[in-house]
């Protein structure tokens, strides 16, 4: 008989759920033929120029630990980096970590500010992660729902009328992750006056920073006043194509990277020797291929809007980001039984909207971070299927020739 290990236990690993994202993965792992349309990361490879760095300082020797904050050479580079790119200045001697993804990042941000209780406003549908991290550092997240009647974007009034006298935080992601959704300047404005009025930190994830399409991008640091105030989580996955390699940062003010700098001591001692170099030279020499990624996903990204809308599925034009988030509550489905029935059906991979919380109920999202041969043959898939529960064309009473989206 096997042992029962329920009394060990803690209650609050008891309570996690696992990622809903990974079910799917696992469904569709176990057969053949499908199309994922549900990983979140580039289909690119990372850019040679980045794995020859890492090859050679692996066959130079450069296998030891390093300095708990990161190489300093490589925080100088993401001090430059954030510089130039995004205008906002950054000491790379205090207040710059090296973080094993961001998503350490993220989990070492909520640790340093949360106590019991503590409340950590997200606006949703948010990345899977987002509330379980801020539950695990012993605080409650409290969600902010959006809707496609605004893009899904978070606005000011929203989050003052959810701010309560436990309110420490917010955590904003930008472009957003499944939505899309990107913040301009002005609507960042807004914001951060609420976050000076009731004297928050804004936790502000923006892994998507490189990938923003229509306007350009605006760090919430760089927004007046919010630069004392914002704990910056930014990293290498998504715009240099480094998913694997795990590489993330923090940049914020000293007091706070001091507290976070001890807790990443203690739990990771510091992100791998080797790959940081190749971060290196991921930030010295590889913007022409961060701008031919960004041109290809943007070229998926208006053709997987207008098939979408085309087929039926209402769906809004994302800023930036590699994901569409388009309504399936016209096929009268859940978000799980239309994921669910594609995927056995036509063998394409998506995830519900709802693992992404409550206000994602009616939606799915999609990666287009895959070629675009496999984005058609995608949409041909899912046309038929939901040609099978009898919506299409109420979006469009006009068939258009598929070649006219590309």
Known sequence: MSKDYSSYI????????????????????????VISLGVGEPDF??????????????????????????????????????????????????????????????????????NPGDEVLIVEPAFVSYAPLVFMAGGRPIAISTSPENDFKVTAEQIENAITEKTKAI???????????TLNKAELTEIAKIVEKYDLIMVS??????????????????????????????????????TGWRLGFIAAPAELVQVMLKIHQYTVMCAPHMLQLGAIEALRNTYDEVENMKRSYLRRRNYMVQRLNQIGLDCHTPGGAFYVFPSIRATGLSSEQFAEELLIQEKVAVVPGNVFGESGEGYIRCSYATSMEQLQEALKRIQRFIETKGIYGKQTSKKMPEDSLL
């Open 10 to 33: 803690s209650d609050t690993a008891h309570q996690l759920q696992p990622s809903g994202i990974r079910k799917f993965f696992d469904l569709a792992a176990g057969m053949k033929g």
């Open 45 to 114: 490879i990372t850019p040679w120029n980045i794995r020859e760095a890492t090859l050679l300082s692996i066959e130079e020797g450069f296998t030891s630990y390093t300095a708990n904050a990161g190489l300093l050479e490589l925080r100088e580079e993401i001090s430059i980096y954030l510089q130039k790119r995004f205008a906002v200045n950054y000491d790379p001697k205090n207040q710059i970590i090296v973080t094993v993804g961001a998503s350490q990042a993220l989990d070492l941000a909520f640790r340093a500010i949360i």
């Open 171 to 181: 955590l904003l992601c930008s472009p957003n992750n499944p939505t899309g959704s």
């Open 205 to 242: 994830d923006e892994i998507y920073a490189e990938l923003t399409y229509d306007e350009t991008f605006t760090s919430f640091a760089a927004i007046e006043g919010m630069y004392d105030r914002t704990i910056l989580i930014n990293g290498f996955s998504k715009g240099f194509a480094m």
